[in-house]
T-cell receptor, first 112, second 115 residues
Framework: DQQVKQNSPSLSVQEGRISILNCDYT??????FLWYKKYPAEGPTFLIS?????DKNEDGRFTVFLNKSAKHLSLHIVPSQPGDSAVYFC???????????FGKGTSLLVTP | NAGVMQNPRHLVRRRGQEARLRCSPM?????VYWYRQLPEEGLKFMVY????????ESGMPKERFSAEFPKEGPSILRIQQVVRGDSAAYFC?????????????FGEGSRLTVL
């Protein structure tokens, strides 16, 4: 049972434009969400997070939006750069509080 | 993810052999997590350990898999009698405290191939 869903396996964006990666979750009790970025043959690295008390969190070119009523979050990257090409995972903590549940990931390709 | 060391990076085993994957957490971190990524899948939680204790192994297969985090030395994920379906990337992560509102720091993974 996929508690965190990323329905777009891939996304291609031109350099300089906005990349929008989407994530849906099933449990309205989830209250903290994270985005991880992963390059091939490397481990995931933390990118940005958001708590359910907020609806937006911004860090440089990266902004995460949370829509609690829709149980949806999105990661915006603007402007996109070729170095942003990677797989992006959204994640949230399980009911236990320490196991992260990951989506299947969205592979972003930023073309020059 | 600098600091979490996993070895070996690549491991090839024949069916029925044993695989041992090692993880040294970041300095100062006493909480270790193992995740598995099957092809075309996201990362799946396997087990959470603190020094000498298994806190949550709800994601571990019931048979053939075990994990430990001894007082001295790295955490070990052990897979006995490997089968082809065990072929995956195994990631270790660490944190300084029990998480719930913070990120995990991941290693680069150990890629197991079962022939």
């Amino acid at each position: 049972d996929q508690q965190v869903k990323q329905n777009s396996p891939s996304l291609s964006v031109q350099e300089g434009r906005i990349s929008i990666l989407n994530c849906d979750y099933t449990n309205s009790m989830f209250d903290y969400f994270l985005w991880y970025k992963k390059y091939p043959a490397e481990g995931p690295t933390f990118l940005i997070s958001i708590s359910s008390i907020k609806d937006k969190n911004e860090d440089g070119r990266f902004t995460v939006f949370l829509n609690k009523s829709a149980k949806h979050l999105s990661l915006h990257i603007v402007p996109s750069q070729p170095g942003d090409s990677a797989v992006y995972f959204c994640a949230t903590f399980s009911n236990s509080g320490y196991a992260l549940n990951f989506g299947k990931g969205t592979s972003l390709l930023v073309t020059p | 993810n600098a600091g979490v060391m996993q070895n070996p990076r690549h491991l090839v085993r024949r069916r029925g052999q044993e695989a041992r994957l090692r993880c040294s957490p970041m300095k100062g971190h006493s909480h270790v997590y193992w995740y598995r990524q099957l092809p075309e899948e996201g990362l799946k939680f396997m087990v959470y350990l603190q020094k000498e204790n298994i806190i949550d192994e709800s994601g571990m297969p019931k048979e053939r898999f075990s994990a430990e985090f001894p007082k001295e030395g790295p955490s070990i994920l052990r897979i006995q009698q490997v089968v082809r379906g065990d072929s995956a990337a195994y990631f270790c992560a660490s944190s300084p405290t029990a998480t719930g509102a913070g990120e995990l720091f991941f290693g680069e993974g150990s890629r197991l191939t079962v022939l």
